[in-house]
Nanobody, 124 residues
Framework: QVRVVESGGGLVQAGGSLRLSCVASGRSFSTYTMGWFRQTPGKEREFVAAISWSGGSTYYADSVKGRFTISRDNAKNSVYLQMNSLKPEDTAVYYC?????????????????WGEGTQVAVSS
C-alpha cells in the first residue's frame, strides 16, 4: 500500500506562481512514474504532468507546457509541480498519483494510488 499526500495549494492572482508538493510512502517510490492530475466540479479528472522514475523523462499537457515544471527527489519520496504564469482556468483540485501499470502516462486508469488533492484557486 502506498499513501500519497499533496500540499502547497492556495489562492493566487493570475500571473502568480505556486509550488505543489507530494510525498508518497513506501520503499518503492523511486520505481514509480509519478503524475499530477487536476479536476474541477462536473468535469473529468485531467492529466497535467508526469515524470519517470529517474526524473529523466517528463510529460506535460499542452495546456500547461512552458508554464509548469514537474520534478522529483527520490531521496525524499517527493514529487513537485512548479506552476508559473497561472491562469484562472488552472483553478482546480490537484491530485498526485503513482503509475502502477503499463498504460499511457496521461490516462488516470494507469495510476493506482491517489492523494486527496490540494485546492488551487487563481483569481483574475
Amino acid at each position: 500500500q502506498v499513501r500519497v499526500v499533496e500540499s502547497g495549494g492556495g489562492l493566487v492572482q493570475a500571473g502568480g506562481s505556486l509550488r505543489l508538493s507530494c510525498v508518497a510512502s513506501g520503499r518503492s517510490f523511486s520505481t514509480y512514474t509519478m503524475g499530477w492530475f487536476r479536476q474541477t466540479p462536473g468535469k473529468e479528472r485531467e492529466f497535467v504532468a508526469a515524470i519517470s522514475w529517474s526524473g529523466g523523462s517528463t510529460y506535460y499537457a499542452d495546456s500547461v507546457k512552458g508554464r509548469f515544471t514537474i520534478s522529483r527527489d527520490n531521496a525524499k519520496n517527493s514529487v513537485y509541480l512548479q506552476m508559473n504564469s497561472l491562469k484562472p482556468e488552472d483553478t482546480a483540485v490537484y491530485y498526485c498519483a503513482t503509475k502502477t501499470s503499463t498504460g499511457g502516462y496521461n490516462y488516470k486508469s494507469s495510476y493506482e494510488y491517489w492523494g486527496e488533492g490540494t485546492q488551487v484557486a487563481v483569481s483574475s
